[in-house]
């Protein structure tokens, strides 16, 4: 077998890949291109295909966005001022497309956004991968772009505004019937619902497209649509209707399990439910009532209001004789201090006091 027929094989797999979370697709994927780059050193595109997967697969096992932008980043340090210089190849507009999520800044977001789209248009519209590429890419960088524009209801100012949302989701779907079978595009229509109820902070057009997702659409696309409300539910304010206040809490609880390694068996049998119970909590299908989350407040050690707001610390809360203790302790590292630090230390106190 030659090595340009190793290398189809290689991407034919790629493209492939049906989703991120599908672990072993992705690991025999990056298998298969790193015995392939022991024999071909010089062949950066398939290097940076291998990375994007990589930093794709570290996105959906840890949702560690931070940690995905660093492994990218000498794609976008590399690849970008290439477009500038030379068209770029469809395999290289691939990887910005997949790795768009994950640019360091929404300058490099917006610049992959252009570039991308704007080469597809002029230069790959016989290839067979370009609607593809284009739905990867309007699936990627769309919703980022309308984030980092609108990031919150104050940002949404004029009919402008509004329209120019508009325009990106409309232009989301358009691709999307491009993309899809007619059987798969209303799933998408969907998506987009909850996309634009999100950034429209519409509580209800949120539920119509999770309620229409969860009865008539595979499992996937019903936690991708809940993957965009847990992502962006902020944008909601106080726009949140019941069932996905139901969703974040089950999701922060679900978190907080994986984070303390508790099963859901002992987590289940400790605050007094089933497992199917807790597992109808977690997923967002019934909401937990006080007494269950009163009861995982103490087993995960977190503030009842957590759950509701994200934060995770408990107030330090001292006794008199622990002040006592600490006042008197403090004292004896001041008696120590030099005067310059005396200074410093006086300083802070007066900048905390006024």
């Not at 094989?9 to 780059?37: A, C, G, P, Q, V």
């Not at 789209?117 to 980022?144: A, F, Q, W």
Request: proline share 2%.
């Amino acid at each position: 077998m030659s090595a340009v027929e190793t290398r189809e094989m290689i991407l034919r797999e790629y493209y492939t890949i049906k989703s991120w979370k599908d672990s072993r697709h992705i690991n025999s994927f990056i298998k298969k291109s790193i015995s392939f780059l022991k024999y071909n050193v010089q062949d950066e595109e398939l290097r940076y295909l291998m990375l994007s997967a990589k930093a794709n697969k570290e996105y959906f096992c840890t949702n560690n966005l931070e940690l995905c932008k660093k492994m990218t980043l000498p794609i976008f340090n590399e690849l970008l001022p290439e477009a500038e210089t030379r068209v770029l190849s469809l395999l290289e507009v691939t990887i910005l497309a997949s790795i768009a999520t994950y640019a360091p800044t929404f300058e490099a977001t917006k610049a992959c956004s252009d570039i991308v789209l704007g080469l597809l248009e002029s230069e790959y519209k016989d290839e067979k991968r370009y609607n593809v590429t284009r739905l990867m890419i309007s699936h990627n960088i769309i919703p980022r772009l309308v984030e980092a524009k609108y990031p919150s209801a104050d940002s949404i100012k004029t009919e402008g505004d509004i329209k120019e949302i508009n325009r990106l989701f409309e232009k989301h779907l358009e691709i999307c019937k491009i993309g899809f079978e007619k059987k798969t595009h209303p799933n998408y229509e969907a998506i987009t619902k909850v996309r634009e109820g999100i950034f429209f902070m519409n509580g209800k057009l949120i539920d119509q497209g999770l309620s229409w997702l969860k009865e008539n659409a595979e499992r996937a696309y019903y936690h991708t649509a809940v993957d965009e409300l847990l992502l962006y539910y902020t944008h909601l304010e106080n726009e949140l209707t019941k069932s996905q206040i139901d969703i974040v809490i089950g999701h922060r609880i679900k978190q907080q399990l994986i984070a303390q390694g508790l099963s859901m068996e002992d987590a289940a049998r400790d605050i007094g439910l089933t497992k199917s119970g807790l597992g109808q909590i977690l997923t967002g299908r019934r909401g937990a009532k006080a007494i269950h989350l009163y009861n995982l407040s103490d087993l995960l050690d977190v503030e009842e209001t957590y759950f509701f707001r994200g934060k995770k610390e408990r107030p330090v809360i001292f006794k008199e004789e622990q002040l006592d203790a600490q006042t008197s302790d403090m004292l004896k590292k001041l008696a120590k201090a030099t005067d310059e630090q005396k200074k410093k230390i006086s300083i802070m106190i007066d900048l905390f006091l006024s």
